[in-house]
């Protein structure tokens, strides 16, 4: 009986060290994940996809099953996003859609929240991964076409105004946009603050996209983008 007790503990010990360490790699596959994101916007897409890739391939065991898990969840987290709201999204139907355990998913997300900036992280950084080569109206055209290709899970979380899609959308919109139209825009308006020129530039980028993908569009990609340069009186080239 003592042995057979002794070898119980010794399975719980094992099994409890196993959780904690899939918790320790999955936070740090996830914050080092962001950390990419985030630093190496520029970087070419295709090169991050096949760092990514690479990375996996020489994963040992337990880390792939880590990142096999982690994907189920978010393909499920995209599944529901396609059909409702994320406001309605409970975390349960993650769980259920994944078929995984209610452990196993707040070891790899604390909320449903962790899984929509990672959407936002994936989501922009392709988005406004720039050429050197491309014209602000080309640019720009690029940016509407992304979001007519996933309209599915992006234009429902812009057309709901989600707050926290919002706030990130409008950084990298500041942080990407603005700057090809600033220099003529304050050439233009030497009088009106730069902060309140580029407040209206990621604004008016904002409605132009939804009105578009809610009624106009029976208009291009391309004609859109030209509505919203005359509106700001900004050149193409």
């Not at 904690?20 to 985030?38: A, D, G, H, K, P």
């Not at 998913?105 to 929240?113: D, L, R």
């Amino acid at each position: 009986a003592k042995e057979e007790s002794n070898q119980l503990l010794r399975q719980t010990f094992i099994s409890i060290d196993i959780l904690r360490n899939e918790t320790i790699i999955s936070s740090l596959l996830y914050l080092l994940s962001n950390t990419i994101n985030r630093k190496d916007r520029s970087k070419l897409f295709s090169v991050y996809v096949i760092e990514q890739f690479v990375q996996i391939v020489h994963m040992p065991a337990q880390d792939r099953r880590i990142t096999k898990t982690r994907k189920a969840i978010y393909s499920a987290f995209l599944q529901l996003l396609n059909q409702k709201g994320y406001e309605t999204i409970t975390v349960q139907e993650i769980i259920d859609l994944a078929d995984v355990g209610r452990s196993t998913f707040y070891s790899h997300y604390e909320s449903k929240e962790l899984l929509l900036d990672e959407l936002c992280q994936k989501l922009f950084h392709h988005l406004f991964e720039r050429a050197q080569h491309l014209s602000p109206q080309d640019y720009l055209t690029h940016i509407f076409q992304h979001f007519k290709k996933n309209q599915d899970h992006v234009t429902s979380l812009l057309l709901s105004k989600n707050d926290y899609f919002i706030r990130q959308l409008r950084k990298e919109l500041e942080h990407d946009v603005y700057p090809m139209v600033a220099e003529q825009l304050i050439q233009s308006y030497p009088n009106i603050p730069h902060s309140y020129l580029k407040h209206l530039v990621v604004s008016h980028f904002i409605e132009t996209l939804s009105w578009w993908l809610k009624k106009g569009k029976s208009y291009s990609e391309q004609e859109v983008v030209q509505f919203y340069l005359e509106i700001l009186k900004v050149g193409s080239n």
